[in-house]
């Protein structure tokens, strides 16, 4: 990637929504995808993304293209009267892939994007060469009696989602989003200033003319925030992940999500073509563990390429 290590801001046209994305690399070269989880952003990629650029060797001939989901970072939010459906983002996948003419590649993905990744590599296998998941394994599931239950929730959470006006500081919304993550300060603000919009400047003449406090909102969906009306049983989960059937690695943090756990119970004995990585982090291990990411998945992929 030596050849060109500048950050771009990438925008992709898919009918009338606009997907932001980030991206390093020769615009030659193959992409590898990086998809991001819920209420993240592409900048949740970009110190993977700023390690990967560092190395000489590692991903020489590859592309890396980090996306907005719908409704989260720079990307347009879905149009009126929509909703975030879980398999609306295969399609989103399904479709970005047709404007880009890509045939098959690789695709690095954490949390909610490691589960919409793997339902895409299911349904569409000869579009994924390989899938990398972060910290996620398996799908959300509830058992079949609940869909009453989860139908009614998830109506009633559309009603009661209510766009806010409230502006606050930037050093509010890292400390908002630090007491619902484990990330630490610099991740934490990496992920929120891509999150957020300016909408005023507010001088207090009181004080002093020349201080100026500049104020945000958040840039996401309100409808990012309310709860899916339906869930998979866990039969139709592993049916839909037993047809992953590209090679699949999973890099998960020692300090990370339990659905880990318990996904490796539900999920991995369908699986044929499966390899397992712990190491020292959280659920953001991709943004702790940068180099031995960055290895680990070089490694993945070449090997990959070489048994082809």
Not at 211 to 220: D, F, G, V
Request: charged share 20%; glycine share 6%.
């Amino acid at each position: 990637m030596a050849d060109n290590n500048e950050i771009d801001e990438l925008s992709y046209q898919l009918g009338d929504l606009t997907l932001a994305a980030i991206g390093c690399g020769n615009k030659r070269h193959q992409p590898v995808l990086c998809l991001h989880g819920y209420l993240d952003n592409a900048a949740s990629f970009l110190p993977l993304i700023q390690q990967i650029a560092q190395e000489s060797n590692s991903f020489s001939n590859r592309r890396i293209i980090a996306l907005d989901w719908p409704g989260h970072g720079h990307s347009d939010h879905r149009s009126v009267g929509a909703h975030y459906h879980f398999f609306d983002y295969v399609s989103d996948l399904v479709a970005l892939f047709e404007l880009n003419n890509w045939k098959k590649i690789d695709i690095v993905a954490h949390s909610m994007g490691a589960m919409i990744a793997s339902a895409f590599a299911a349904a569409f296998p000869e579009k994924v060469k390989s899938l990398t998941l972060i910290d996620s394994f398996g799908f959300i599931c509830a058992p079949a009696e609940q869909t009453t239950h989860q139908l009614r929730k998830g109506i009633l959470s559309r009603v009661k989602s209510v766009k806010s006006s409230r502006s606050f500081t930037e050093e509010t919304a890292i400390k908002a989003r630090l007491n619902v993550s484990d990330l630490n300060p610099e991740h934490a603000k990496l992920i929120v200033q891509r999150s957020l919009i300016e909408v005023e400047i507010k001088t207090d003449d009181t004080i002093n003319r020349n201080q100026a406090s500049i104020l945000y909102r958040w840039r996401s969906d309100p409808r990012l925030r309310t709860v899916s009306p339906y869930r998979l049983s866990l039969a139709q989960a592993q049916q839909l992940f037993g047809d992953i059937k590209c090679p699949l690695q999973l890099i998960f943090g020692d300090k990370g999500m339990k659905m880990v756990t318990t996904g490796l119970e539900h999920f991995s004995s369908g699986v044929d073509n499966l390899s397992t990585s712990k190491l020292v982090g959280g659920h953001h291990v991709h943004m702790e563990q940068t180099k031995e990411l960055s290895s680990l998945i070089s490694h993945f992929i070449s090997k990959i390429q070489t048994s082809v």
